[in-house]
């Protein structure tokens, strides 16, 4: 059977607005993989081991996150500007959002992610072509 294009076939506008809002909120977890982890702490002029001491903590076996603030603030986050103090390296979470799977499953669904991020569907937004939005909907973190 021939394969349908999903909703999105035509691509999708977004331009992140730096309002920070998707760093914090409801308590949550920013997974976190060893190889993140060693390039952030480079970032931040950090050992490995200093970085995860101050910003890590351990899930479970194998999963890491970033810790958050008693408000549910990402940890990176800057308290005063809202924005990430470790853009260029931030983990593979942040940098697909929010072509995440579970924001495409349907159009309704996109526009009530839009609602929460204004970055979403914004007119001066870049054109993500299908194929750039595949890639960052099929990486894992
Ligand atoms: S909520 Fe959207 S616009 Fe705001 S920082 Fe996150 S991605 Fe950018
Ligand atoms: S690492 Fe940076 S982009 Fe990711 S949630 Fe924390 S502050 Fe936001």
Same mark, same amino acid.
């Given at each position: #059977? ?9 691509? !999708? &506008?977004?331009?992140? =607005?730096?309002? *920070? *809002? ?9 997974? %976190? ?5 060693? +390039? #952030? +702490?480079?970032?931040? *002029?950090?050992? %490995? ?6 910003? %890590? ?5 194998? &999963? ?11 940890? !990176? ?8 103090? !470790?853009?260029?390296? =931030? ?12 924001? !495409? ?7 009530? %992610?839009?609602?929460?991020?204004? *970055? ?5 937004? =870049? ?15």
């Amino acid at each position: #059977m021939e394969k349908r294009d999903p909703w999105y076939a035509d691509g !999708l &506008k977004f331009a992140c =607005r730096q309002c *920070g *809002g998707c760093c914090g909120g409801a308590p949550g977890f920013v997974w %976190v993989t060893n190889e993140e982890i060693k +390039a #952030m +702490a480079k970032e931040m *002029g950090l050992t %490995v081991a200093a970085f995860e001491a101050a910003f %890590v903590r351990l899930i479970r076996p194998g &999963k890491k996150s970033l810790n958050e603030r008693e408000d549910g603030d990402c940890v !990176l986050l800057n308290e005063q500007t809202r924005r990430c103090v !470790l853009y260029e390296s =931030r983990p593979t979470q942040c940098r697909t959002w929010p072509f995440w799977d579970q924001n !495409l499953t349907s159009e309704k669904r996109w526009k009530n %992610v839009a609602k929460s991020c204004p *970055g979403c569907d914004r007119p001066d937004g =870049r054109l993500y072509s299908l194929e750039e939005i595949e890639k960052q909907k099929n990486e894992r973190f």
